[in-house]
């Protein structure tokens, strides 16, 4: 596979924020009273480029952000600081909108015990307005995208606007999953949360019959919250606790939590105005006050997705996932940042660092590398690869009469490709890496979480789940029937992903 390098260009001391290109044809031309000047002159007592009087909205800077919230916010502050030129967009009318519905109290961020996430919120967006070098963009979403070696990219945004820049920071953040079994498209019912409606309620929350479904460190940790004001909690995972084993000790030791690991998901729910009817083969019909659905979850697609289609009409693929630390994205001028990289760990803390580590890297690709410094190929293995090899346990797997009384033997080897990494000789940060024992996990709960009819279904499984792992860029898996025949075994092996 080729990839086609961009040339960065040198940047100046000061580069102007933002400024409107002339040269630019009449395809993104909007009449300037069409701009909002609450979002275009939002720092004008700062920096009179902002109030410039704009005869396109045709846009060029050094670096776009898609996405103001923490790590937008981050990125962006340290940017301009750089004395580089910034343009962060922001789909909400407001910067770090999705912290305003956080108004509980918190004393997990370091330095500001007591303050709510919305508080610390509006403080983020407020360094970052008055920050000079940075155009504030809100209420505007990306609507196309393109990608040329040697100019960078170019992005059409909602307005009608396009916004021209040599680099692009992604930090678009999380969405919560949202099945639709359990979230039909168009409809919603306050009596079935997901997890940013949990959050933001349950301080608030009625106590009544509470079911939670999920097995993670949200799911668990609510479980506890919730059972100590009053809540009737039942905790429902089709497979083994996921959380930290502090969480997990603590919530074996609470006998009045109804606790149900290793259990399929219900099959229907259906809300009214009193509460809502859970369904499920395992126990049938039951009748719960309210119902959040914890189950984790994923990098918001939109943005993504046009990024994506950018780099492949480039003849560039793209995996499926904005993944921090991919070592394709940085020559492209392409960086990650905060919980749209699908970290492990997603928070306001992390967010933050991830916008300064984004910056720093954005600002590596606008200027020279000096003399004598290695370049970025010089500094990373072609590839590395996990591989694991003769994992053996039981099943639930298969359509005879036979492999559905019970778990059947299996073997399953896999191969994860994390692409080239940085090179080093001493490292003992396990955060660092991809844990292989994660990746074990992963797999034998795949396997044993519920019943698989066909081979082919259980890898489509496998190749799905490991692909979502931060910075994996190609998956192999075989999987292989030990016991299916008394003269033979039967294997089936799957590849998806980079190779």
Not at 192 to 218: F, S, Y
Not at 430 to 440: K, P, S
Not at 460 to 469: A, D, H, S, V, Y
Request: with cysteine; glycine share 10%.
């Amino acid at each position: 596979m080729t990839f086609v390098m961009a040339t960065p260009s040198r940047a100046l001391p000061r580069a102007p924020p933002v400024v409107p290109d002339r040269s630019a044809g009449p395809a993104c031309a909007t009449p300037p009273s069409a701009l909002p000047m609450s979002t275009i002159a939002r720092n004008d007592a700062r920096n009179d480029a902002r109030t410039e009087a704009r005869t396109d909205a045709d846009l060029r800077t050094d670096i776009a952000i898609l996405g103001g919230g923490p790590a937008g916010c981050s990125a962006a502050s340290w940017l301009g600081q750089l004395g580089l030129g910034v343009a962060l967009v922001e789909r909400q009318p407001q910067l770090c909108a999705s912290l305003q519905a956080l108004q509980f109290d918190q004393d997990w961020v370091l330095g500001s015990p007591g303050r709510s996430l919305a508080a610390l919120g509006e403080t983020y967006a407020r360094q970052a307005e008055q920050q000079h070098g940075v155009q504030i963009l809100t209420g505007r979403s990306l609507q196309h995208a393109d990608w040329q070696a040697g100019q960078g990219w170019r992005l059409q945004l909602s307005d009608g606007s396009c916004l021209s820049a040599r680099a692009l920071i992604l930090a678009t953040g999380l969405r919560p999953l949202r099945p639709e079994p359990f979230f039909p498209p168009g409809q919603s019912h306050g009596r079935v949360l997901d997890a940013i409606d949990l959050t933001a309620r349950r301080a608030t929350l009625p106590p009544g019959r509470t079911l939670l479904l999920g097995g993670g460190d949200n799911a668990v940790e609510n479980a506890l919250y919730l059972q100590a004001r009053g809540h009737q909690v039942t905790l429902w995972s089709r497979s083994d606790w996921r959380a930290q084993q502090m969480l997990v000790d603590r919530i074996q030791a609470q006998p009045a939590i109804a606790q149900r690991p290793r259990c399929p998901m219900p099959t229907a729910l259906c809300p009214d105005g009193d509460g809502v009817t859970v369904r499920s083969q395992a126990h049938g019909e039951e009748r719960f006050d309210h119902v959040a659905a914890l189950l984790g979850y994923e990098a918001e697609p939109s943005a993504w997705l046009l990024v994506g289609d950018a780099l492949q009409r480039a003849g560039i693929t793209a995996p499926s996932h904005p993944f921090r630390d991919e070592p394709r994205f940085a020559p492209l001028g392409l960086f990650v940042a905060g919980d749209a990289s699908g970290r492990q760990h997603p928070c306001v803390q992390t967010a933050l660092g991830d916008g300064v580590v984004a910056a720093k890297a954005a600002e590596s690709f606008l200027r020279p590398i000096k003399e004598g410094q290695p370049t970025l190929a010089l500094r990373r293995n072609n590839r590395q690869i996990i591989h694991l090899q003769g994992l053996r346990f039981g099943a639930n797997l298969g359509v005879l009469d036979f492999e559905r009384e019970g778990p059947q033997p299996i073997q399953v080897d896999a191969e994860v490709n994390l692409g080239a990494q940085m090179i080093v000789s001493r490292d003992a940060d396990i955060g660092h890496v991809l844990d292989y024992r994660r990746v074990r996990q992963i797999i034998i709960d795949e396997c044993t979480a519920e019943h698989t009819d066909l081979l082919e279904a259980l890898l489509g499984k496998l190749c799905t789940r490991l692909m979502k792992l931060a910075g994996v860029v190609g998956v192999r898996i075989k999987v292989t029937k030990l016991e299916i025949f008394e003269d033979c075994q039967v294997a089936i092996s799957a590849e998806c992903g980079q190779w």
